[in-house]
């Protein structure tokens, strides 16, 4: 019986190493896969993450005021406007009312109504109502210039003041709408590569 026994003893010993080499085989195939998940995981979660987030922040916060600018509906301010109407004239030489007139604002001097007596604060402001002066001011009057007497809330809608001081700019200002993306716009015609869609709709109605 001794063959016997040393088959046994043979047998058990390669089931032995079988085992062992299978276990550092499963270690491998689970060190494996342990190590590939940490890897895949962010990938995931960062993709999902820029997605959803360029899904929707940045249509509010990111874009340019002067982006929105470009691409304004005037017809839609002046229905913004109606907020503002219940103190503020807008014809050449109105009246003053609760609010200074605001013919030609854009591009105006600061406090410059004549005979409109303007809180001290926007008395001392100085300087011009710029496109993006406007769009600070009018997003929250009173943390743009405290101690205005202007007594309104604010536009919080990007695109809404966008839409307004587009319409005011055609009362009486005017001016050029600054070109959206100056940091684009350097290669001459390469701004308009974006916005060329953006313009025509607006120059064409
Ligand atoms: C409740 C009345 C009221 C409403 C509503 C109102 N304003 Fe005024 N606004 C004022 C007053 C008062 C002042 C003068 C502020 C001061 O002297 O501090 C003023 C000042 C201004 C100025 C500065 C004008 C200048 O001559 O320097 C602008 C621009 C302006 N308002 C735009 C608007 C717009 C646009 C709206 C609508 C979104 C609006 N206001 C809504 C009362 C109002």
Request: aromatic share 8%.
């Amino acid at each position: 019986m001794d063959s016997f026994e040393f088959n046994k003893i043979a047998g058990a010993l390669l089931a032995s190493v079988l085992v062992i080499i299978g276990v550092q085989h499963l270690a491998g195939i689970i060190y494996h896969t342990e190590s590939a998940d940490p890897l895949t995981y962010p990938v995931e979660v960062a993709a999902e993450g820029q997605s959803g987030g360029a899904a929707d922040k940045p249509a509010e916060v990111v874009i340019p005021f002067t982006q929105l600018l470009a691409s304004a509906d005037a017809s839609k301010g002046a229905k913004v406007f109606k907020k503002c109407a219940s103190c503020h004239t807008l014809p050449e030489g109105g009246k003053d009312g609760t609010g200074p007139n605001l013919y030609g604002v854009v591009g105006r001097e600061v406090g410059h109504s004549n005979g409109f007596a303007y809180s001290p604060a926007m008395a001392a402001l100085g300087g011009t109502w710029t496109f993006d002066r406007l769009n600070e001011f009018l997003t929250k009057p009173k943390a743009f210039l405290p101690g205005t007497k202007m007594g309104f809330a604010g536009i919080k809608k990007p695109q809404q003041r966008a839409d307004l001081v587009a319409f005011l700019n055609n009362e009486g200002s005017n001016l050029p709408i600054p070109a959206a993306n100056e940091a684009v716009a350097p290669v001459v015609e390469a701004g308009e590569t974006v916005e060329v869609p953006a313009v025509e709709t607006e120059t064409t109605p």
